[in-house]
């Protein structure tokens, strides 16, 4: 109920809407903070009637579904492909802040690991970092001038300058990658699927 909720009695309320009583700022202060109403709105009738709630999640996850894999090899450092984007967020704090995307799986080549059909949820790994954050043996999504893959790595940046690409379904050959053909690198933080018989 309005009244229990900002604290006074319903015959209060009845007064003030009958134009018997005003309200008091204790009232109007509650109103604004229950009810995140617009403290402008309430006064002059101008703007928004609600305020966006502060515990609102701003979606910060850009979803790449394969059929724009070609493109974004391309264009994803373009405004205007990354605005086509569709994106969405996560109930996670590790997903507040930062760069994130979530690219759709397809094939087989990560199988039993990955699906297709499954998708991951990868934050950035900046370049000047990638031969200290590349953790060999950990899933990362590595986009390279003409591709987008999503394999096990081998960091061999030291040495060679170069990281090795592995499928987990060991009917794949492994891939070599040097440096300068990768345009991003995502590490795999979360995998999504709709198939519940693997777990």
């Not at 899933?139 to 499928?167: A, F, G, M, P, W």
Request: a negative charge; one cysteine or more.
């Amino acid at each position: 109920m309005f009244a229990k909720a900002i604290g006074v009695h319903r015959q209060s309320i009845n007064r003030i809407l009958q134009g018997d009583g005003e309200a008091t700022i204790s009232m109007l202060e509650s109103v604004i903070e229950i009810f995140h109403v617009n403290p402008n709105y309430l006064m002059t009738g101008e703007g928004e009637m609600f305020r966006e709630s502060e515990n609102e999640i701003e979606p910060t996850i850009a979803y790449v579904p394969y059929k724009a894999f070609a493109g974004y090899s391309h264009q994803f450092q373009e405004d205007a492909f990354l605005g086509q984007l569709q994106y969405f967020s996560l109930p996670d704090s590790r997903f507040k802040d930062g760069t994130f995307r979530c690219f759709e799986i397809n094939g087989d080549s990560m199988l039993p690991t990955f699906l297709s059909g499954d998708k991951v949820v990868c934050s950035l790994v900046y370049n000047v970092y990638y031969e200290q954050l590349i953790k060999s043996n950990h899933h990362y999504v590595v986009v390279t001038n003409e591709d987008v893959l999503l394999k096990r790595v081998v960091n061999d940046i030291k040495e060679n300058k170069s990281i090795q690409l592995v499928s987990d379904n060991d009917t794949f050959p492994p891939l070599n990658c040097s440096i300068d053909q990768i345009k991003e690198v995502w590490k795999v933080e979360m995998r999504l699927t709709q198939d519940f018989k693997l777990r």
